[in-house]
């Protein structure tokens, strides 16, 4: 299967991409970011959730408590951000496993960290600053080939 690539050379298009992966999402869809400290991983994820019905100022990188949700939309969005995690059991103790399977779309920021932790079903969102702040994103997974048919 081929990754979904794409470029986001502003916010708008990131705002586009956002509303894709929204419509292309499914309850227990699990989402791995990966990409450096400003890379535009909340943003993206912003960007879904609008999508998806909720408010931009709703959504904020659950940097201490780890895992956020917003519910106000037409899907659960479980929003996971796990760069201070300690440890495995942190994640664990956080009831990851019940988030996947739960009704909603889980998004974690610095997916790669806790990769091993995560179901074979997941998708990975990864995001690169090109020249000029450019994004360059590319999705391997179930979700890359949903956009991909998409596309056509
Ligand atoms: P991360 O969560 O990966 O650390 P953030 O999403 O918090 O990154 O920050 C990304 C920053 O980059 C934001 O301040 C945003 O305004 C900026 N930015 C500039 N261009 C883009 C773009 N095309 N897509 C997403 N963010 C962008
Ligand atoms: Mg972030």
């Known amino acids: 299967m081929q990754p ?6 502003a916010e708008s298009a990131t705002d586009q991409l956002g509303k894709r992966i929204a419509d292309a999402a499914q ?3 699990v989402i791995a970011l990966v990409g450096t400290l400003g890379a535009g991983k909340t943003r993206l994820v912003q960007a879904i959730s609008v999508a998806l019905g909720n408010t931009a100022e709703s959504i904020t990188s659950p940097t201490f408590v780890l895992v956020n949700e917003y519910t106000a939309g037409r899907m659960p969005v479980y929003h996971f951000d ?3 995690l300690k440890d495995d059991d942190e994640f664990l103790e ?9 009704d909603g779309v889980t998004l974690i920021e610095w997916g790669d960290r806790v990769e091993h932790l995560l179901p074979e079903r997941a998708s990975v969102v990864k995001i690169d600053i090109g020249a000029n702040d450019v994004r360059r994103v590319v999705i391997s997974g ?3 080939e949903r956009l991909t048919i998409t596309t056509k």
């Open 4 to 9: 979904f690539e794409t470029v986001c050379p």
């Open 27 to 29: 309850p227990c869809d």
């Open 82 to 84: 796990v760069y201070r």
């Open 94 to 102: 956080l009831g990851s496993d019940e988030y996947f399977d739960g």
């Open 142 to 144: 179930p979700l890359s």
